[in-house]
């Protein structure tokens, strides 16, 4: 039985409104948020936990409000917006949100939500399914747990810093995350898109892979768990060099997405991915003769190979 269904039997209705809980300190009694909306948009403050109501009368404008004591009070809205911001104004003050992202109309861009909400613990499991962007969503969430089933399919753009330090972002391998995830092809970031979630593990080829088109990505993973490859996610080449100082390759070419991973020989990878110039080729020095078994995984248009002595076949790794 559905949670509305449940509600029904219960005899209580599901709430209408996009709520965001707050705990005001007598340091800072000031609280706002800032909506953005086409014509014919609006955006209605129902409550600000205190009984007063307030109407934007302009897209892009903060709305703000100071209360009389400090405590706890429950923000109320409705609207029909393409963005907004919770806690443009004093964001340490969210400590909860209802995450009914209908109340507030189609939201299309992400950006910033619930930037520097730092106390908030975000428990939805869901975005807003008709989101394009959403870089800096939650950057600096750092008591949000976020246990995300999947993410929205229109994604575009950069998804930069989007949940960068949620230091308590519920545990998640990103390589079974990624099982749930269209492929989008048109990101073109993810530069710190998950540095310092701590609690993130998987395989960052895994993932990688359901984003063909990022020439970007500045640290990625730093500060969690995630490793270079998986069990099965790489393509393993065994090459045998017969004289010292000997230097082999390959040479991929791409019009969009240059991310790579290789373990030459023993070193596994770091876990943040390299990118390649396209046509230029990317080799290695072996110090001394023997056989070596060489993991990649990328997704050029096309790789070209030195000489080697076989391959695991595993081609999709490179999206072949």
């Not at 428990?123 to 993410?151: G, H, K, Q, S, W």
């Not at 749930?180 to 048109?186: A, I, M, S």
């Not at 640290?219 to 998986?230: D, E, K, L, N």
């Not at 990317?282 to 790789?303: Q, R």
Request: glycine share 10%.
């Amino acid at each position: 039985m559905s949670m509305f269904f449940n509600l029904m039997a219960a005899g209580k209705q599901p709430d209408p409104d996009f709520t965001i809980d707050l705990n005001i300190t007598s340091s800072n009694l000031t609280f706002g948020v800032t909506p953005y909306w086409n014509t014919g948009g609006y955006c209605n403050i129902v409550d600000w936990g205190d009984g007063s109501y307030q109407a934007a009368t302009t897209s892009g404008a903060a709305l703000t409000h100071t209360y009389a004591a400090a405590g706890t009070y429950r923000v109320k809205v409705q609207g029909d917006m393409y963005r907004f911001r919770v806690g443009s104004t004093n964001p340490a003050a969210v400590v909860d949100c209802n995450g009914n992202w209908s109340a507030l109309g189609t939201l299309m861009r992400g950006n910033q939500m619930f930037n520097d909400c730092t106390n908030a613990s975000l428990t939805f499991t869901d975005l807003p399914p008709t989101l394009t962007e959403i870089a800096v969503m939650f950057a600096n969430c750092t008591t949000a747990t976020l246990p995300l089933r999947t993410l929205p399919i229109g994604l575009t753009g950069g998804m930069q810093n989007t949940f960068n330090n949620c230091q308590s972002m519920a545990a998640m391998d990103i390589g079974v995350f990624a099982d749930t995830l269209p492929e989008y092809t048109g990101i073109t970031s993810l530069s710190q898109v998950f540095q310092n979630c701590a609690n993130l593990y998987g395989s960052g080829a895994t993932f990688l892979r359901k984003f063909p088109a990022v020439a970007e990505a500045l640290y990625p993973f730093t500060g969690t768990s995630i490793t270079a490859f998986g069990e099965d996610d790489y393509f393993e080449i065994t090459l045998t060099t017969t004289s010292a100082n000997q230097v082999w390759g390959f040479t991929p070419t791409s019009s969009s997405g240059r991310w790579y991973y290789v373990q030459w020989g023993s070193t596994a990878p770091n876990r943040n991915p390299l990118f390649f110039t396209s046509g230029t080729k990317v080799s290695h020095t072996f110090a001394t003769p023997g056989t070596y078994h060489i993991k990649l995984a990328t997704a050029p248009c096309t790789i070209v190979f030195d000489p080697y002595d076989s391959d695991n076949g595993n081609w999709a790794a490179l999206g072949q």
